[in-house]
């Protein structure tokens, strides 16, 4: 089973930049893909990019497009997340996961970091 630790996490302003990282170790060579999902409270877990061990399929969610960009170095087991124009409502404990395939149905990603907050003020 995979062990996923996340950070960059923080506080920053409306319009500013934040770069998550999440580090694996363990069989991640059993998971296809690597993502990265929040949860703000009350509401559902989502997915917000994904990106498959290969590096050659990413997915997005279309709140994130053009803003965030997933990106890997598999030599360093790291999976990185770049967000850009960073919005108020993208205030969140931000998740990585490690899956069988780069949807975002959760029933397809079984290992989880702790998450790592990230909050945006207006």
């Known amino acids: 089973q995979a062990h996923l630790v996340e950070s960059g996490g923080g506080s920053v302003q409306a319009g500013g930049s934040l770069s998550l990282s999440c580090g694996a170790s363990?069989?991640?060579?059993?998971?296809?893909?690597m993502g990265w999902f929040r949860q703000a409270p009350g509401k559902e877990r989502e997915g917000v990019a994904s990106?498959?061990?290969?590096?050659?399929?990413?997915i997005y969610a279309n709140s994130v497009k053009g803003r965030f960009t997933v990106s890997q170095d598999s030599a360093k087991n790291t999976v990185y997340l770049q967000m850009n124009s960073l919005k108020p409502e993208d205030t969140a404990m931000y998740y990585c996961?490690?899956?069988?395939?780069?949807?975002?149905?959760?029933?397809?990603?079984?290992?989880w970091g702790q998450g790592t907050q990230v909050t945006v003020s207006s």
């Open positions: 363990g069989y991640t060579y059993t998971r296809r893909c």
């Open positions: 996961a490690a899956g069988d395939a780069c949807a975002f149905d959760l029933g397809y990603w079984g290992d």
């Open positions: 990106i498959s061990t290969s590096g050659r399929t990413t």
